[in-house]
Structures are given as C-alpha cells and as structure tokens.
T-cell receptor, first 109, second 111 residues
Framework: RKEVEQDPGPFNVPEGATVAFNCTYS??????FFWYRQDCRKEPKLLMS???SGNEDGRFTAQLNRASQYISLLIRDSKLSDSATYLC??????????FGTGTRLKVLA | NAGVTQTPKFQVLKTGQSMTLQCAQD?????MSWYRQDPGMGLRLIHY???????DQGEVPNGYNVSRSTTEDFPLRLLSAAPSQTSVYFC??????????FGSGTQLSVL
C-alpha cells in the first residue's frame, strides 16, 4: 500500500461546480500536510498547507481528519484556470515528504 | 531572491555516461531533497538532507549519489546512466516540516 494515496481521476467538472478531493495517508506519525498544484509536469507549487482545525483560502478549503487519516481539498466555483493536477503531501517524523500520485482536474467551459 | 535554482533544464545522456544535476537554494533551508517524477507514479523521493554533511536515502536511491558540503548546494550524481533513469527530476528545499520550494525541474533522457 502506498504511504499517501489519491484518486488519480480525472475529475471533469463544469465551470462553477464544486469539487472535492480526498487523500489518505498510512503513517500516523505524519506531522504536516500540504496540497500542491502542478501544471503539465512543471514544478509543483504550494496551494495551501493543511491545519488540524481546517483552513480556507478564497475558493479553496482544506481539512485534516487525523482519526481517519485523510486530508481533503474542496474547490468551490471552479474556474477553467483550476485545471491541473493536485498533489497531496505528508511530512513524516523521519524527515520525508511523501507525495501522492496526484488527482487530475479538468474544468470544462 | 532566486529561491531554488536547478540546472540543467534538459539533458540527453547515453547509457553508461555520468552526470551531475545541480541544485542551489538561497533561503538558508536546512532541508533539501531530490525527487523523480514518472507518468502515473507521482513524485518519488530519491535522497534528502537535513543539513550540511547529512544525507539519507529516500524511496528510490539506487543509481544516484548525493552530497551536502554546504547549506546552499545539494547536487545529484548519476554514476552510470540507465534508460530506467529517464525521468523529470525536481530539487526542493524547506525548513523541515514546512512548505517545500521547488526548482524548475530537469528533463533527463537516457538513450
């Protein structure tokens, strides 16, 4: 089993839709979590860190559920420019950032 | 502020050749790491370092060497390139546990 797992998608949604991605992690010692966005195999860019209490940044909301060991990303009012691959990342206590394989999102006009 | 500088952007090697991918950061980050990305596999950790003189293996270290003589630099060496090492390589740095900053990547082809 992969240490960080994501549904690869693709998720095809119309503009304006709300879409949610989940990511599960197996290492209960994981300390920090992040969502990154990657376009066409360019370098990943930080979308948002994920805090225990949940956090929001504009149209994006991230949640962490330590009991069930998953994190989620909610995108509201999807834009064409949101089309990308979204990478879930967990930082373990052994100084490793482990990436999920990514979830592809395509927002359709 | 340059951030993470990774060179070269593209490289073609013949099987058996050696080369070094360069990575430098100017943010005084303790943590530096190398990833490779293959279709359907996501980013896989090759090697990482938590400070000058300290390196450790990630998920896929075979065929790669690293060293960390300074805080700023973390080169990745391919000793004898193989076609299986054809991939996109990313260097990244951070304070441990905080957000990673990435270089722009190196597309490597081994023929």
């Amino acid at each position: 089993r992969k240490e960080v797992e994501q549904d690869p998608g693709p998720f095809n949604v119309p503009e304006g839709a709300t879409v949610a991605f989940n990511c599960t992690y197996s290492n209960s010692a994981s300390q920090s979590f992040f969502w990154y966005r990657q376009d066409c195999r360019k370098e990943p860019k930080l979308l948002m860190s994920v805090y225990s209490s949940g956090n929001e940044d504009g149209r994006f909301t991230a949640q962490l559920n330590r009991a069930s060991q998953y994190i989620s990303l909610l995108i509201r009012d999807s834009k064409l420019s949101d089309s990308a691959t979204y990478l879930c990342v967990a930082f373990s206590g052994t100084y490793k950032y482990i990436f999920g394989t990514g979830t592809r999102l395509k927002v359709l006009a | 502020n340059a951030g993470v500088t990774q060179t070269p952007k593209f490289q073609v090697l013949k099987t058996g050749q050696s080369m070094t991918l360069q990575c430098a950061q100017d943010m005084n980050h303790e943590y530096m790491s190398w990833y490779r990305q293959d279709p359907g596999m996501g980013l896989r950790l090759i090697h990482y370092s938590v400070g000058a003189g300290i390196t450790d293996q990630g998920e896929v270290p075979n065929g790669y060497n690293v060293s960390r003589s300074t805080t700023e630099d973390f080169p990745l060496r391919l000793l004898s390139a193989a076609p299986s090492q054809t991939s996109v390589y990313f260097c990244a740095s951070s304070y441990p546990g905080e957000k990673l900053f990435f270089g722009s990547g190196t597309q490597l082809s081994v023929l």
